[in-house]
């Protein structure tokens, strides 16, 4: 770890115009920074700790929307009884992730700004265009299980880790972001990017800006919703594959779908083909195989990772039977 400037923030403005300094980093519950500090792929100049800012709660605005404090800590989040009556596959998307003590200290904004858990990543003597843009991607032609068959391209092939963003991603969520300039607001699914030529560059999020919550819209058929992760134990693992669910069912045809994939992409995967696949549709394993079809439609498998396109169609496959069970229970 190399030495580094820390300053406690005391509001929002002062956050941002400290974190405009080159190489300043904010620090919340510091579940994935400090890691990486510690293995010096991130070397941050500057330390901004946000944590006395008040932006930790849960509330629900007139318009039925649902806004989470970017401070907000992912077990409160589970546990809101908001989240899990409103939005259950959110609930069990972050109870999926991590454990108990990480839940207690990561952060919906930490959350979202999660780096990938490539090998090549976290070793600093292997070859990363994340850490050292123009360097290569060892993980191309090297040990590529754990990688991204969607959205990848030649210079990034990284997974995107979160669960919490996959489900986030099927809720059509809003991240809002306040900057130097005054607030934005982000479409979730346009929040993070795919690597293109730029695999340094995973969010559209601008020097200096803070998230400050993410705004969850009313969808009322989203309290008949799964989320799945198919890993290699049963805890304290990342995804292979996963998917969440959500269905609008009515007089025995789908009226309307969301569906996010994870552990598949280099960032959480809106599979809009599928849901478009769903829609008119009566509820049976052939549409869903079609769904999955299409969900997968443009992956790209390398030397050790093809297994992870026939998992993630099985994977939805199977959300979407469990939806459909519960909903006609």
């Known amino acids: 770890m190399e030495p580094f400037k820390y300053l406690t923030a005391i509001d929002e403005r002062s956050a941002h115009d400290s974190a405009t300094e080159s190489g300043a980093r904010y620090l919340a519950g510091g579940t994935t920074l400090l890691d990486l500090m510690k293995l010096n792929v991130?070397?941050?100049?500057?330390?901004?700790?946000?944590n006395k800012l008040p932006l930790a709660r849960i509330e629900e605005l007139a318009d039925g929307t649902v806004r989470v404090g970017a401070m907000v800590r992912n077990s409160d989040m589970a546990n809101h009884h908001v989240i899990r009556s409103r939005y259950p596959l959110l609930s069990r998307a972050i109870l999926a992730g991590a454990s108990p003590q990480l839940r207690n200290m990561a952060t919906t904004g930490g959350n979202l700004l999660q780096r990938t858990r490539c090998y090549y990543f976290r070793d600093s003597?292997?070859?990363?265009?994340?850490r050292n843009p123009g360097a290569?991607?060892?993980?191309?032609?090297?040990?590529n299980r754990i990688h991204a068959v969607l959205g990848t391209s030649e210079h990034c092939i990284a997974t995107h880790p979160s669960d919490l963003s996959v489900a986030l991603a099927a809720l059509d969520a809003v991240v809002r972001l306040h900057g130097r300039s005054g607030e934005r607001i982000v479409p979730f699914t346009d929040f993070h990017v795919t690597p293109g030529d730029h695999p340094e560059?995973?969010?559209?999020?601008?020097?200096?800006e803070l998230i400050t919550a993410v705004d969850i819209p009313p969808l009322p058929f989203a309290t008949r919703s799964v989320y799945l992760k198919v890993r290699d134990r049963a805890s304290y693992a990342f995804a292979l594959a996963s998917a969440a669910v959500a269905l609008d069912v009515k007089a025995g045809a789908i009226r309307d779908a969301r569906i996010a994939l994870g552990g598949v992409a280099t960032k959480p995967w809106r599979a809009r083909?599928?849901?478009r696949t769903l829609l008119g549709q009566r509820p049976d394993a052939a549409v869903y195989r079609a769904a999955a079809d299409?969900?997968?439609a443009g992956a790209v498998p390398r030397t050790h990772n093809a297994f992870k396109i026939d998992l993630a169609k099985r994977t939805?496959?199977?959300?979407l039977?469990?939806?459909?069970?519960?909903?006609?229970?």
């Open 294 to 296: 299409a969900a997968l």
């Open 316 to 319: 939805l496959v199977r959300a």
């Open 201 to 208: 560059r995973e969010t559209v999020i601008e020097p200096g």
């Open 321 to 329: 039977t469990l939806v459909w069970a519960g909903a006609v229970q």
């Open 42 to 50: 991130e070397r941050p100049a500057l330390l901004v700790d946000i």
């Open 125 to 130: 003597s292997a070859s990363c265009n994340k």
């Open 273 to 275: 083909e599928a849901e």
């Open 136 to 143: 290569g991607c060892a993980a191309v032609e090297g040990y």
